[in-house]
Nanobody, 122 residues
């Protein structure tokens, strides 16, 4: 099993920045991909970014504004969010999966954190 704990959410004005953190514990050696998803009220959970072995991918809506990175020794993945927009407001979830497939589908990720709220005021 893998446990994930997010932190770093909060309230920020439009145009501001936040950095989210996700600390993994447990069988971290089994993790192949770590990712961020988000879910706004009344909307489906959507892919934001993933990191695997230095390879990253981003949703089109956040490209150029968000950066995902990983501190391997600390088993922690970060999401640096710049130039935040009101439409970025959501609960952000960290997710992890093993295996050798990179994917943006939430159903492919068996491990999830509890989520952290990001609120962006206009």
């Amino acid at each position: 099993q893998v446990q994930l704990v997010e932190s770093g959410g909060g309230l920020v004005q439009a145009g501001g920045s936040l950095r989210l953190s996700c600390a993994a514990s447990g069988r971290t050696y089994s993790i192949y991909v770590m990712a961020w998803f988000r879910q706004a009220p009344g909307k489906e959970r959507e892919f934001v970014a993933y990191w695997t072995g230095g390879v990253t991918d981003y949703a089109d809506s956040v490209k150029g504004r968000f950066t995902i990175s990983r501190d391997n020794p600390a088993n922690t993945v970060y999401l640096q969010m710049n130039s935040l927009k009101p439409e970025d407001a959501a609960v952000y979830y960290c997710a992890a999966k093993g295996g050798g497939l990179r994917t943006t589908a939430s159903n492919d990720y068996p491990y999830w954190g509890q989520g952290t709220q990001v609120t962006v005021s206009s």
